[in-house]
């Protein structure tokens, strides 16, 4: 059941070809050239015939002066006629001289279609309706409803009647002339218009069952073979003067520059067909390099022929498809012989290149004795199409039956994996409902315990709110009485400084240890404040901090040991300056502590670029490299310091302080042998807050 569903598009294919084969059969059968040649036998009484050419490549003669040249000038000529030179003129006579009995109303005819410019003089008069003709005039300057250059000759019975007609060409090529009865040219016309039509039928046809195999297949190949099909058709309608008659008959536009766009746009895309066609890439990969030159050349020409439209593309064009015919006739010749893979794809393209080489032959004037060359392509086509699209549906076949056996495979693939997962998962249910079972436990037991975390973190969060609320309490009933204290022994110092002054180390030690005090519970208030609310509570302000370092070290603070080296200009930076200044004095009250008595606290401020720098140095003991990693941690004293009063705070203030601004706090190495301590903060000018 599968089997008879699996390639639709490839039964529609098969009988589009087997259509294609009969009707190229009765196309065939009754061909125009069969009925031209019984036409001619039976009108034209050759004895009476006699056609000369003349060639004018200088496009210099007129009518007066080829009407004046002997007719020993002219070569004798049959019924086709070549032009030697490329985008020359050729001028033909003939002398016509009825029978009695023979009809006088005569019909000559001129082809194919894209001929530049025609004219036909009777006894050197111009026999015309005012209008010029030729392929890139419009239709309706003709005087008859046909694809080509038809004249309507009137003669005279005994009488010799002169003509001379005038040829213009784009190009070298071939011109037939014809001289019929128009009983004979009506059959002749009539088979000839069937023939095309039968033909574009079947192109159109081919580039519909082309884009069916490219829909369901995804090949690139048969997508550019309809491609190729349509341009070819808009070709032949074009050059073999259909669209004009049929389409535009009133229109002024460039027939010849739309030809050659249609015939490079054609040979473009039809040369990246035969690039997969013949397998160019893994054959013949020289030629497959050339082809692409061809497709690039191509397309640069079609573009100059829109934009420019010069003559010598013409020649360029001719020159450049008939080296593309001879490259690629040895492809099939040669795949004919050596590539069995390729032979009926050679078989299939031959007709078509043996057509195209004989209207080359003909255009050079080797192939005089070939009748009505401007049909060679469409029967080479015909044949080409039917052979061609013969060999793509039987391609589209096997690709289905491959795609066939690839699912038949893939199914059976599916099956057994199928199989293999239902067990496997089977297995797998069980072990879930055990893990599901005992996740269920699992999940019982965490409830419990994250309902009693609940309880532990409330009871927590109320223990730190009843702690801060004590510590905001126990701070200030500890900083009235410590100001108080403080107070009292500034008045005394003032008081007995002269009269007593015995008392005032005693006083000092006082204020010292008040100081210290206030400190302590400034540096513990801090610390909790920081752990609790961070960056977030932080008072931003924009503060010179040339004068918060002067208001907090005063000349008699430290009794004068302090040293500030400040800028000139001030310096504005964004921070919290009550915390900058607990840190700051943390670390100057450090120096103070650690310091001989006698030594200076050096405080300097400067500003480099975004950065704000503050260095604090002292002259003191120094810290021991292998303890500098750990003198920022919280409550940490050092092992020499630990009969100097302290609580570890300081260090610790001061780096969080700075962290939360955005900046670092960094002990500097030493300078030589001296010794005592530099720390150096940095923080940015301003905050992003």
Excluded at 387 to 407: G, H, I, P, V
Excluded at 514 to 519: C, I, K, S
Aim: neutral net charge.
């Amino acid at each position: 059941m599968i089997r008879k569903n699996a390639a639709p598009a490839v039964q529609i294919g098969r009988w589009l070809v087997i259509l294609i084969m009969a009707l190229g059969t009765w196309a065939n059968a009754q061909s125009p050239a069969q009925i031209l040649s019984e036409s001619m036998s039976a009108a034209v009484n050759t004895d009476n015939l006699s056609l000369l050419v003349l060639e004018d490549p200088a496009r210099a003669l007129t009518i007066e002066q080829v009407m004046a040249l002997p007719d020993s000038r002219f070569e004798q000529a049959s019924g086709t006629v070549s032009s030697a030179t490329r985008g020359g003129r050729l001028w033909l006579r003939f002398c016509l001289q009825p029978d009695d009995d023979a009809p006088t109303e005569w019909l000559l005819a001129l082809l194919p279609a894209y001929i530049e410019h025609v004219e036909l003089y009777r006894q050197g008069q111009l026999i015309s309706s005012g209008k010029k003709q030729g392929f890139a005039y419009p239709f309706s300057n003709r005087e008859y409803d046909y694809r080509g250059f038809v004249y309507r000759l009137n003669l005279t019975p005994s009488a010799l009647t002169t003509y001379d007609v005038k040829l213009e060409f784009y190009n070298r090529q071939s011109t037939d002339v014809l001289l019929l009865t128009t009983e004979a040219f009506q059959r002749f016309m009539a088979t000839e218009y069937v023939t095309y039509g039968l033909y574009l039928g079947m192109v159109l046809l081919a580039a519909l069952i082309n884009f069916i195999f490219w829909y369901r297949l995804r090949d690139r190949d048969y997508l550019l073979y309809a491609l190729s099909m349509l341009l070819l058709g808009a070709f032949s309608s074009i050059s073999g003067g259909y669209a004009s008659q049929f389409m535009f008959p009133n229109a002024e536009f460039s027939a010849p520059i739309l030809m050659m766009l249609n015939l490079t746009l054609f040979c473009a895309v039809f040369t990246a067909f035969l690039q997969g066609a013949f397998l160019l890439r893994s054959y013949y990969r020289c030629i497959y390099y050339v082809s692409w030159g061809y497709i690039a050349a191509y397309l640069v020409m079609a573009v100059l022929f829109v934009v420019a439209g010069w003559r010598w593309l013409f020649i360029a064009n001719s020159v450049l498809t008939s080296s593309a015919i001879l490259v690629f006739l040895f492809v099939s010749l040669h795949a004919l012989v050596r590539h069995r893979v390729l032979r009926f794809y050679a078989v299939a393209f031959l007709p078509l290149q043996i057509a195209l080489v004989l209207i080359i032959l003909k255009a050079v004037g080797l192939g005089s004795w070939i009748p009505l060359a401007d049909h060679l392509p469409n029967i080479g086509g015909l044949i080409h199409v039917v052979l061609l699209n013969f060999a793509l549906a039987r391609r589209a076949w096997q690709a289905e039956q491959d795609k066939f056996a690839a699912k038949e495979a893939l199914l059976q693939q599916v099956t057994t994996h199928n199989l293999e997962l239902e067990s496997k998962v089977q297995a797998r249910t069980r072990d879930l409902g055990y893990a599901n079972s005992a996740l269920t436990e699992e999940v019982e037991q965490r409830v419990a315990i994250e309902v009693k975390l609940r309880e532990s973190l409330a009871n927590e969060q109320l223990a730190l709110q009843t702690q801060k609320e004590f510590v905001a309490m126990v701070s200030h009933e500890f900083r009235s009485p410590l100001a108080v204290i403080d107070m009292v022994a500034q008045n005394l110092h003032v008081q007995l400084n002269q009269r007593f002054p015995e008392v005032v180390p005693r006083i000092q030690r006082i204020r010292n240890n008040t100081e210290r005090l206030t400190t302590l519970m400034n540096n513990c208030l801090t610390s909790e404040r920081l752990a609790t609310d961070g960056a977030r509570d932080l008072k931003w302000q924009s503060v010179d901090l040339c004068q918060l370092l002067q208001k907090l070290f005063s000349f008699d603070y430290g009794q004068g040991r302090i040293e500030l080296v400040l800028p000139t200009a001030p310096i504005v930076s964004d921070v919290d300056p009550e915390l900058f200044a607990i840190a700051w004095v943390n670390v100057v009250e450090n120096a103070l502590k650690y310091s001989p008595e006698d030594t200076k606290i050096l405080v300097q401020l400067c500003q480099a670029e975004s950065q704000v720098y503050l260095q604090i140095s002292d002259r003191g003991p120094g810290i021991d490299p292998n303890l500098q990693d750990k003198i920022f941690d919280k409550f940490y004293r050092a092992p020499n310091v630990q009969t100097q009063p302290g609580s570890g705070l300081g260090l610790y203030l001061a780096k969080t302080i700075v962290e939360q601004h955005g900046g670092t706090v960094t002990l500097l190495p030493s300078e030589g042998a001296e010794l005592g301590c530099c720390f150096q903060f940095q923080w940015p000018v301003t905050q992003s807050r």
